[in-house]
């Protein structure tokens, strides 16, 4: 049994915690961890170490602080094997996926290397006579990251790279389902030259997270996890005086148009429904097909879903379990529950083929045709391996089905008409938006978010939108006068 504790300025932390938590391998059911759950007086030694972590940190020069990304982004890259297989043995997604999710968190990490010329400000010569101004972005000072278990590598990479490089010191909270990949994120940041306290860990559930929103010492928070968390993170963030952006849950629309590829549309609609087991914030969680192609693509879907193999990671399948048994209970009683109001269950995932241990936490893909908009399994966020089919009879049916639900995270269009993808991308209220591509995430270089309920705040995570969050503006204007010219003047200054 693997106990994970801490990691604090610089190394971890092995006091005595009052409480634990269990880790399990999905795959088996086996708990295989323990995790202590940080108290107050914990978080409380996190922020004081990242305090004082802080004022050298933030004079570390461009060069020096790049030049651990540098060497922490060669360093993932050499390890994204083991990174991968410490989220499959603690998540449950399979190997191939949990590659993919370090790939991804690659980029955020790449961003941050050329930081540089990301925070360069802006100089104006003679914006007076002989007067200058130049702008510069400065770091915060300590901020907080609490992460969902869904990415345990990726989503706390989306913030560490730019908070760091931008000159902060960081408590990172992950899940306490799958803490292990932050620990070996910490061993690795600290390989790649990072100094003591610019970043720690503490793990937990309610009490960390409170003690970090309530803490005069952090100045920030980046929380990604579910939309009733995402509000009341945000709320009590700001009540207490921080800067917030609290990423939320979602329900992500795929629209098939009748000129669409139905072969391109159903091959998306299984990969981006069932990926992850369904425990993807970008999942496809209802198609909604529109007249009259519905018959024509449940059938190639269904097709597809029959091929899947469902089973342990990290023997080669294509969907793993779900991340706890009771996650696994909770997403099956969805399934109950929309056979009770009145879907038609074309695929039933429950008590499927598995080639996996029977204590894991299975639950087969599972597709639902004629989902109405009041049923249960489309208002929820079900976040496993559910698929909805919702029937429209017109393109505008569809838009208003899409920017009538209360989440706003991503969507998707399928279609060959290109004047019908522009105007869908024109008309719809989500943040990221993709054209025949289901999980429309956006690379490094540019900011994730959603509107709505989806996203808190008003600052998206990583790439530019991310720098701008963990820095404030500074602008100064100077002059160099000859004291001889000198005098005093009471009017308020003019630009001449
Ligand atoms: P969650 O909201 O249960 O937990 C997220 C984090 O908040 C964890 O660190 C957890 O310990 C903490 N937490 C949980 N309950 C809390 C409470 N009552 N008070 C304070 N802190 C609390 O989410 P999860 O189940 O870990 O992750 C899945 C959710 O995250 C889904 O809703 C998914 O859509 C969402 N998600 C969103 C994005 C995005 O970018 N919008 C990305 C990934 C996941």
């Not at 700001?238 to 990423?247: F, P």
């Not at 701008?468 to 500074?474: I, V």
Request: charged share 20%; with cysteine.
């Amino acid at each position: 049994m693997t106990r994970i504790s801490h990691w604090i300025d610089g190394k971890p932390s092995l006091g005595v915690a009052e409480r634990t938590g269990d880790v399990y391998d999905p795959a088996t059911g086996e708990v295989t961890g323990i995790v202590d759950y940080a108290s107050a007086a914990d978080v409380d030694e996190a922020v004081a170490a990242a305090k004082r972590a802080f004022p050298a940190w933030r004079k570390a020069s461009l060069a020096a602080r790049t030049s651990v990304l540098f060497k922490f982004r060669d360093l993932l890259a050499a390890h994204r094997d083991d990174v991968a297989a410490i989220i499959t043995a603690e998540h449950g997604k399979v190997l191939d996926d949990a590659a993919g999710e370090v790939q991804r968190a690659l980029e955020s990490v790449e961003f941050a290397c050329g930081l540089p010329t990301a925070v360069r400000g802006g100089f104006s010569m003679n914006a007076s006579t002989a007067v200058d101004v130049h702008s510069v972005r400065e770091p915060l000072g300590v901020v907080g990251v609490i992460s969902p278990f869904n990415f345990p590598a990726m989503v706390p990479l989306w913030f560490l790279p730019n908070a760091i490089a931008t000159g902060n010191t960081v408590v990172l909270k992950p899940s306490e389902k799958d803490p292990s990949a932050s620990i070996y994120l910490a061993e690795l940041w600290a390989r790649a030259g990072l100094p003591d306290g610019v970043l720690n860990v503490v793990h937990g559930d309610k009490v960390a997270v409170d003690a970090l929103l309530e803490h005069p010492d952090v100045k920030a928070i980046s929380f990604v996890g579910s939309t009733p968390v995402a509000r009341y993170i945000y709320e009590t963030g700001t009540s207490h005086g921080k800067r917030v952006q609290a990423l939320g849950g979602a329900k992500n629309h795929m629209v098939v148009l009748p000129d669409a590829d139905l072969d391109v549309a159903a091959d998306a609609a299984v990969s981006a429904g069932f990926g992850s087991a369904g425990e993807r914030c970008m999942a496809i969680s209802v198609v909604v097909a529109v007249d009259p192609i519905g018959d024509e693509l449940i059938a190639k879907i269904t097709e597809r879903m029959a091929k899947l193999k469902i089973g342990d990671g990290r023997r080669g399948c294509d969907m793993g379990p779900l991340v706890t048994a009771a996650h696994r209970d909770k997403v099956a009683s969805y399934v109950e529950s929309g056979v009770a109001e009145g879907a038609e269950l074309v695929v039933d995932g429950r008590g499927g083929p598995v080639d996996g241990a029977a204590g894991g936490f299975w639950l087969n893909p599972t597709l639902f045709d004629k989902v109405g908009p009041q049923m249960k399994i489309y208002t929820d966020e079900v976040f496993g391996p559910v698929l909805s089919v919702v029937r429209a009879g017109s393109y505008d049916d569809a838009i208003k089905l899409v920017n009538d639900n209360p989440y706003g995270n991503g969507t998707a269009v399928f279609t060959r008409d290109g004047g019908a993808a522009r105007r869908y991308t024109d008309d719809v209220e989500v943040g990221m938006v993709g054209v025949n591509v289901p999980i429309p995430v956006p690379v490094g270089y540019y900011s994730f978010g959603g509107w709505k309920d989806s996203l808190f705040g008003d600052a998206h995570a990583y790439g530019p939108e991310g720098v701008q969050f963990f820095t404030r503006a500074k602008v100064v204007t100077s002059r160099w006068p000859d004291p001889a010219t000198s005098s005093v003047n009471l009017g308020f200054p003019r630009n001449e």
